[in-house]
């Protein structure tokens, strides 16, 4: 989801992937439910070898495990773009590809990693007790620490972070109860103000709107409404009139972190607010006066560049879909692959 991307680990660290205003009047009569479909049709045909997308980094390309099941996720989303969706679930199971992001499981481990492709698994209806010739729950249980935290065993580091913690509780509350241990030192991250922050064990608390976006989530499908709300009260509090979110350190509204923040909303059933954020990325969405990619989410308002483009529009499919990923599923999915209809 969220990325960082030292050059050294760049490959074991991509679990965090990372406009025109040209929507003509008969994009803007398209239900919203149809302008996601169009979305993410636009989005698969991204997909190198319609399979999986790739990320070029100081020349060379490599694969992007974690963006492509960003474009599983969209595709459940959506119920649409099937085909790609399975064939991009497929080139994930292969254990080289699943390896080199997971890690081998003995001197290499990642957290974050092995509980999105759990999920993205689930999403897809796998098993992931059994995927890519890897007991996934069992890798996963091995990475939980005496204090409750899901850490990376690496000698890279450790980087596993919120979206580490939140997307294990949410593959594992999928599937019957998370340890207990690992909500409770979740809900122990809360800062004073309600939301929680991407780092554990800083000095200061400073709430990130992606991170309490992911929690929120991650609490609601563990049982502890409570906190989620409170996460949900300060992720309101700084929803931007716009309905847009701004990512901590930046200054302007941004497409993945109105995405998170607008799916999480909807899962909490804070459905004004989530309506407000989808009208948000709407706004970011190429329409028909476009020549070419018509259909994608811009990063935001600064202007459509395609390098950021794909991560935006899979993220930002999750705040238009309105679909938590705790009941995420491909199921019922549609083959096609929507292009937006203009008028002539």
């Known amino acids: 989801m969220r990325r960082r991307l030292p050059s050294l680990v760049f490959l074991l660290l991509m ?19 149809s302008r996601a479909g169009v979305a993410s049709g636009w989005l698969a045909r991204q997909l190198t070898n319609r399979s999986h997308l790739v990320t070029k980094f ?31 679930i497929n080139w994930l199971k292969r254990p080289a590809i699943l390896s080199n992001y997971i890690g081998n499981g003995t001197k290499s481990s990642f957290a974050g990693s092995t509980a999105k492709v759990m999920l993205a698994a689930q999403v897809r209806g796998f098993n992931p007790a059994k995927f890519g010739g890897v007991n996934l729950p069992a890798r996963l249980a091995k990475l939980l620490t005496p204090s409750g ?17 939140a997307l294990a509780i949410i593959a594992l509350s999928r599937s019957g109860r998370p340890p207990a241990k690992a909500v ?22 400073a709430s990130d709107p992606d991170s309490t976006a992911m929690d929120v989530q991650a609490l609601l499908a563990a049982g502890r409404p409570g906190v989620a709300h409170r996460g949900l009260r300060w992720l309101a509090s700084v929803q931007q009139r716009n309905g847009g979110f701004v990512a901590s350190g930046s200054k302007a509204a941004n497409a993945n972190t109105t995405g998170l923040a607008g799916e999480a909303l909807a899962a909490g059933r804070w459905f ?44 930002g499919i999750l705040g238009l879909a309105d679909v938590g990923l705790a009941k995420l599923t491909a199921r019922g999915a549609s083959r096609v692959a929507p292009r937006l209809r203009c008028a002539s």
């Open 272 to 315: 004004g607010r989530a309506a407000r954020a989808r009208d948000f990325l709407l706004s970011l969405q190429v329409g028909c006066s476009a020549s070419a990619n018509r259909g994608a989410l811009a990063f935001d308002k600064a202007g459509f560049k395609h390098s950021t483009a794909i991560s935006a529009t899979a993220q």
């Open 149 to 165: 935290r899901y850490s990376d065993h690496s000698k890279f580091g450790d980087f596993s972070n919120a979206f580490s913690q």
């Open 15 to 33: 679990v965090f992937v990372g406009y025109v205003s040209q929507t003509a009047p008969a994009v803007a009569a398209t239900p919203s439910s």
């Open 184 to 205: 409770s030192f979740l809900v122990s991250t809360e800062c004073k103000n309600g939301g929680f922050p991407l780092n554990f064990a800083q000095q200061t608390c």
């Open 58 to 88: 100081q020349g060379s390309t490599f694969p992007n495990q974690g963006g492509t099941i960003d474009a599983i996720f969209a595709f459940a989303a959506t119920g649409t773009a099937n085909d790609y969706g399975a064939r991009a």
